[in-house]
């Protein structure tokens, strides 16, 4: 790891954290109104633990193996650690005592699996719901007429509280049509919150990425998922 790294990485978290506080006042909200998670895949703990020095308080992980090779060294003391990827039901065990929340709930199967695991430990886990909003095929997400419907599944679960929608639309070649996919999301979560479901809270909604993030905040994103903006390009050689 090299000095220069860091440095990157130090000036690359105020820039995001500028144009995060610039969108979410375009939007009518405030900097603080939005979180600002890192999406850590590939990223050596020593230079995550770097940006959490710099004031960045949530990282998020998207492999069970990687998180666990990592996480004695994550200093966690003031950030939260949350699990952001694809999660296989036979893997929740391993996670669920390390992580804060899980972003990717898309099934009863997952769900119902994270709510014995949690409450074997006397826990609640907080989740989010994953919504395919682009309708692609071989994608995670719950399609969105399905949503309603397994939300109300989900309540039923006592290790288990629902705290939010999170989305990954497709890659799109113009930040219009990008936009189009933030606000339809932005619809079916106002549209939720409004129904009130019992024990289903609608206080987050994560989507954007290093690439979109300001037109999700505008979209009404209030957390955001940010990885090779602030930590560089990843080297998948
Ligand atoms: C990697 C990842 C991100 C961040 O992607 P970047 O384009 O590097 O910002 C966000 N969300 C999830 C689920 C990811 O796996």
Same mark, same amino acid.
């Given at each position: 790891m090299t000095e220069k790294l860091l440095t990157d990485v130090e000036y690359n978290y105020k820039y995001i954290d500028e144009r995060i506080a610039e969108a979410a006042e375009k939007s009518g909200r405030k900097r603080e109104d939005i979180t600002f998670l890192a999406a850590t895949k590939m990223v050596e703990p020593e230079v995550i633990n770097h940006a959490i020095s710099l004031g960045l308080d949530h990282i998020g992980e998207n492999k069970v193996q990687e998180l666990?090779?990592?996480?004695?060294?994550?200093?966690?003391?003031?950030?939260?650690?949350?699990? %952001?990827?694809?999660?296989?039901?036979? /893997?929740?065990?391993?996670? $669920?005592? +390390?992580?804060? *929340? %899980?972003?990717?709930?898309?099934?009863? /199967?997952?769900?119902?699996? $994270?709510? +014995?695991?949690? *409450?074997k430990i006397n826990r609640k886990c907080d989740v989010l719901v994953e919504v395919n909003i682009g309708r692609e095929e071989n994608k995670s997400g719950v399609m969105p007429e399905q949503l309603e419907e397994l939300l109300c599944q989900i309540a039923e679960l006592d290790g288990v509280s629902v705290k939010g929608l999170m989305a990954i639309p497709p890659i799109c070649e113009s930040s219009q049509k990008i936009s189009e996919f933030f606000n339809k999301m932005h619809n079916i979560f106002i549209d939720i919150s409004q129904k009130k479901l019992d024990n289903i809270c609608m206080n987050i909604l994560s989507m954007g990425m290093s690439a979109d993030y300001y037109e999700a905040i505008l979209a009404g994103a209030n957390m955001v998922r940010v990885g090779s903006a602030l930590f560089g390009a990843r080297n998948y050689t």
């Open positions: 666990l090779s990592k996480y004695d060294k994550y200093n966690l003391d003031n950030c939260s650690l949350q699990f %952001i990827g694809h999660l296989q039901t036979n /893997k929740v065990r391993q996670i $669920i005592d +390390k992580v804060d *929340l %899980i972003q990717s709930v898309d099934s009863i /199967k997952l769900a119902g699996e $994270i709510s +014995k695991q949690a *409450l």
